[in-house]
């Protein structure tokens, strides 16, 4: 069982900055893929951003240029650096993962973490 822990939301005013955190556990093998992806109300959940073990990353066309996607091998840890933030960005914001537990893949989510950006 992998085990995903996701902190930073909250809320923030409109040009204003966040920085989510998606901290994975439990008896992992190796990570492939990290990312975030987002839910608003009524609205499906969509990308955000992913990266890779090679540290290559794909970015929602929405997120370019505003947010950067990093991880930390070493902590099995992804992170999102939200900047100029817009209310349009209010959502949900859940991490994925997936890699190899001994020889079985996992792709796993977490629970959520709120993003609301509002004056």
């Known amino acids: 069982q992998v085990q995903l822990v996701e902190s930073g939301g909250g809320l923030v005013q409109p040009g204003g900055s966040l920085r989510l955190s998606c901290a994975a556990s439990g008896s992992i093998f190796s990570i492939d893929m990290m990312g975030w992806h987002r839910q608003a109300p009524g609205k499906q959940r969509e990308l955000v951003a992913r990266i890779w073990t090679s540290g290559d990353t794909v970015y929602a066309d929405s997120a370019k240029g505003r947010f950067t996607i990093s991880r930390d091998n070493a902590k099995n840890t992804v992170y999102l650096q939200m900047n100029s933030l817009k209310p349009e960005d209010t959502a949900v914001y859940y991490c994925?993962?997936?890699?190899?537990?001994?020889?079985?893949?996992?792709?796993?989510w977490g629970q959520g973490t709120q993003v609301t950006v509002s004056s």
């Open positions: 994925r993962v997936n890699g190899l537990m001994g020889v079985r893949r996992f792709d796993d």
